[in-house]
């Protein structure tokens, strides 16, 4: 007899790419549910981050936001038990265009968070995030934090861009 074989793809996320992109404005000062998002299925778009090391983008998803009136943004995709099974996480801002680099970083270790910093955006203005990994052994899910601060509560900040984790500097 004849036998068919089928084969099973992950379904793209709904944000798969920058037009999809998701609206997180609302979890400023606050994250997503737990493991919320994912690269399971994700397809590239766009371009990588200036300091990603996949090659990529690979499987990058993509948030927007509309910027708060803060000092500072501290934008986190965050892994490792119910966060979130990615690893090896790459992370990027860009400015509307959604290929106008504001900051990028990435793991130092495959099971790192991945923490931007961001001082200086404008108020009110739309910016873009893309999460990718380094290979499809490590998509997975992950958790999307964001976080304000003024600068009454920065101890030294230098007002450049830094990543807390991964291999950029500033």
């Not at 709904?14 to 609206?23: E, S």
């Not at 106008?100 to 961001?118: F, H, K, M, Q």
């Not at 920065?154 to 291999?167: C, F, Q």
Request: aromatic content about 10%; proline content about 4%; charged content about 15%.
């Amino acid at each position: 007899g004849i036998g068919l074989v089928k084969v099973m793809r992950a379904q793209a996320p709904t944000n798969d790419n920058y037009a999809n992109a998701i609206n997180i404005t609302t979890y400023i000062n606050s994250c997503s549910p737990n493991a919320a998002y994912t690269t399971v299925g994700g397809t590239a778009d766009k371009v990588a981050g200036a300091n990603w090391n996949n090659s990529g983008p690979k499987y990058n998803v993509w948030f927007k936001f509309t910027a708060p009136h803060a000092d500072q943004l501290r934008i986190t995709a965050d892994v490792g038990g119910t966060k979130g099974t990615q690893t090896q996480t790459q992370l990027a801002l860009w400015k509307s265009d959604g290929t106008t680099e504001i900051w990028s970083a990435r793991y130092v270790n495959p099971g790192d968070d991945v923490i931007l910093r961001v001082p200086g955006l404008t108020p009110d203005s739309v910016y873009y995030i893309s999460v990718d990994t380094y290979s499809a052994s490590t998509v997975g899910t992950f958790t999307l934090c964001l976080k304000t601060t003024n600068r009454s509560s920065i101890l030294a900040i230098n007002e450049v861009l830094y990543a807390e984790s991964g291999a950029s500097t500033a």
